[in-house]
């Protein structure tokens, strides 16, 4: 075994291409986006490194295109489940004694793959089974995801290097990063192809097996993040992917005694019931597991009377709509001064006419479909409950079709009351709801801004004055994970913006930071004596 303290590549955030008319990437994109639409692709189970297929296949279709299939994956049961558990804890040891740095290779192997050879199959993917525009999946599925892999490396070794401080004459402290002692499950959400492979692979890193679960709505994408993985050189059974329901997952999961954690993305509900579930069979386990969740949002944009105009409007229209408002961290509620509305509302009113709105095929399409049918039937009913309320109005768009795609136009509504139901639960999707506040009840609209969600993920203040800036950003301290200050409150960068929040918004254990890492290791302290005492008496005795 090659001994030596290695230093691994200075990780830097993977360059965004820009697709824009007449450039190579775009040519290259198109091509692979034509190529996975001319194919049926037949997607397995990887259990143990071996392709599970059962026969009882589900179609996967664009959200944009329900007619068209881009294929089938196969359907498993509780007993995969089981079999996905079992190959991880075959494979643990193996894994836990291969030195750090073969770890950090495969997993750097695999940022280059994601950003070289697969940078326009991945995107593809992710643009026809998730629905998102170009410039969403690049940013996405390529540069964070590689993002992901080459900063986590680096976090791995800055954890590992970490050692006391003080080893006096005679001894010498030390410690220890260990793997958890089972295995993880990670549940993964569809929204993100980037979080997607980093629940599984942050966990996998740190020399942890893993049982994956990824939602159906994101399986297209997920079977390509496995290849990456299994071509890196991630050995069988590290990682397991299954897909199963929800319940058949946990009541396998959950009652395992080598149940070691949870790494998860999705809605606050679902979370809080594993967390019941946990608690409920806390005495199976053979040790305490680790919880981590990143889930619901009601992400806010407050603007001060000082704000510069254009700045509010581009923030709002691009925080709010982007991949279909579809983001944990959308602006989804936004307080205005009744100074600045007037003038505000044409604003938001001419660039939301304006975007151009289909299927993600056509790379001048700024707005594509919601994920499934069932998210287009929630956002739209409370948008036709909009309609009908005496407390609030549908100012811009309301407008929505299922009949080829779920499609849903970007809308504003106006609450005229701030406890709006549209201002307090999350619809995850392309709806905007403002409240206009008088100028002078600043102040009390920082209140408002703070108790009227359960959820704190992110928020952003639009302000030219630097003491409202400053208030805002105290007062607000504990509504956001993510805080931004004349910007919208989306677009955390892997090494530039931790991600995560608190309250109803999850553990805030941070994305894309060495606090998410340290989650999936169990320290160890060993303290070596080289001239042990050989009588009990200590001086005082005497």
């Not at 975007?355 to 001048?364: A, M, R, V, W, Y």
């Not at 036709?384 to 407390?391: E, H, I, L, Q, V």
Request: proline share 5%; aromatic share 12%; glycine share 8%.
């Amino acid at each position: 075994m090659l001994k030596g303290f290695f230093n691994v590549p200075t990780p830097v955030n993977e360059p965004v291409n820009s697709y824009a008319p007449g450039t190579k990437e775009r040519e290259l994109l198109e091509a692979a986006i034509e190529e996975a639409r001319a194919q049926e692709v037949d997607v397995p189970m990887y259990i143990g490194g071996k392709e599970v297929r059962t026969g009882n296949k589900a179609k996967m279709t664009p959200p944009h295109d329900h007619q068209h299939i881009l294929g089938y994956y196969h359907e498993g049961t509780k007993s995969h489940v089981e079999n996905a558990i079992h190959a991880a804890l075959a494979a643990k040891e193996n894994w836990e004694k291969l030195p750090w740095e073969q770890r950090a290779a495969i997993f750097l192997k695999a940022a280059e793959l994601i950003a070289t050879k697969y940078r326009y199959i991945i995107n593809a993917a992710t643009m026809l089974g998730q629905s998102k525009n170009a410039f969403q999946a690049e940013i996405d599925s390529a540069c964070e995801l590689a993002d992901f892999l080459r900063f986590n490396v680096a976090y791995m070794t800055e954890i590992y290097s970490q050692q006391p401080p003080v080893s006096p004459k005679g001894f010498w402290n030390r410690v220890e990063q260990r793997p958890l002692e089972g295995f993880v499950f990670a549940l993964t959400p569809f929204n993100f192809t980037a979080i997607a492979g980093n629940l599984p692979s942050s966990v996998a890193m740190m020399g942890n097996v893993v049982v994956w679960k990824p939602s159906n709505t994101q399986i297209y994408s997920a079977n390509i993040v496995m290849k990456v993985f299994k071509e890196a050189g991630v050995p069988d059974g590290v990682i397991n992917l299954v897909y199963v329901s929800g319940p058949d997952a946990g009541e396998v999961i959950f009652k395992h005694p080598d149940f070691a954690g949870i790494h998860f993305t999705g809605s606050t509900a679902v979370f809080q019931n594993i967390w019941k579930t946990i608690g409920e069979n806390i005495h199976r386990y053979k040790t305490y597991p680790r919880i981590v969740g990143e889930t619901g949002g009601k992400d806010f944009i407050l603007a001060h009377p000082s704000a510069d105009i254009d700045v509010l409007n581009t923030a709002l229209v691009r925080g709010a709509f982007e991949f279909q408002g579809q983001k944990c961290s959308a602006a989804s509620r936004a307080y205005i001064p009744k100074s600045l509305w007037d003038d505000l509302r044409p604003r938001m009113e001419r660039d939301i006419n304006s975007f151009k709105i289909g299927g993600s095929e056509d790379l001048s399409n700024f707005i594509n479909a919601v994920i499934d049918e069932k998210a287009f039937d929630k956002i739209s009913s409370y948008i036709d409950r909009a309609k009908a309320a005496t407390d609030a109005e549908v100012i811009i768009g309301g407008q929505y079709d299922k009949s080829k795609g779920y499609f849903i136009h970007p809308t504003v509504i106006q609450a005229k009351v701030a406890d709006y139901e549209t201002m307090t639960e999350e619809l995850f999707g392309p709806v905007l709801t403002v409240y206009v506040y008088e100028d002078d009840k600043w102040e009390e609209t920082l209140e408002l801004v703070d108790k009227t969600s359960v959820y704190a993920l992110t928020g952003a203040v639009i302000s030219q004055c630097r003491y409202a800036v400053d208030e805002a950003t105290y007062k607000l301290r504990n509504a956001a994970g993510n805080f931004y200050i004349n910007d919208k409150c989306t677009g955390a960068v892997v090494g530039q913006q931790p991600f995560g929040g608190a309250r109803g918004s999850g553990t805030n254990d941070k994305a894309g930071a060495m606090i998410n890492l340290l989650r999936w290791v169990s320290p160890r302290t060993i303290k070596e004596t080289f001239n042990p005492e050989t009588d009990y008496r200590y001086p005082f005795l005497g």
